[in-house]
């Protein structure tokens, strides 16, 4: 199975603050709605709790808690091992899509990163890992907005 790994960050390395994005830049989002439409997300629970179900999208969510769902679209996993077996036997691809420990704890296994970076320093209690050095930027474009941000494709070595 295919992995990416989506997420907006700001330039120094926020991703969030508490449960939620501190920022509101037009058009970023849609760069993820685009990009996610019909794929399975992996997601924390509490990143899953704070974005809700967006439509045409299939959820495996990472929690600690014993949790079954009744919406054939969110499955919920021990583990993030236990999601990426079980994910493999049900698509080639998935989107990993937050929050900060799952990130964190797939980065290295993601194929590709989709990163959308907002150009201002923000604060925050959640941070993106660093990309590691065995990716290599393929593509960036620069976008004007309330917020500029530059959207940028890493490719794994």
């Avoid at 969110?74 to 493999?88: G, R, W």
């Avoid at 937050?98 to 925050?124: F, M, P, Q, R, W």
């Amino acid at each position: 199975m295919k992995l990416s790994l989506i997420a907006a960050v700001s330039e120094n390395g926020i991703i969030g603050s508490g449960m939620d994005i501190p920022w509101s830049v037009k058009g970023e989002q849609l760069l993820f709605k685009a990009l996610t439409f019909n794929q399975w997300l992996i997601v924390g629970r509490k990143t899953f709790e704070s974005m809700g179900k967006l439509p045409n999208r299939k959820y495996a969510v990472i929690t600690r808690a014993n949790i079954i769902s009744d919406d054939e679209r969110v499955v919920y996993f021990s583990s993030i091992d236990e999601a990426l077996l079980s994910l493999a036997l049900l698509t080639e691809h998935a989107f990993v899509s937050g929050g900060g420990e799952i990130y964190k704890a797939l980065i290295n296994k993601a194929d590709t990163l989709h990163i959308s970076t907002v150009c201002t320093a923000i604060e925050g209690d959640v941070y993106f890992p660093s990309i590691p050095e065995d990716y290599h930027k393929v593509f960036e474009q620069r976008f004007n907005s309330n917020i500029d941000y530059f959207y940028r494709i890493w490719q794994k070595d």
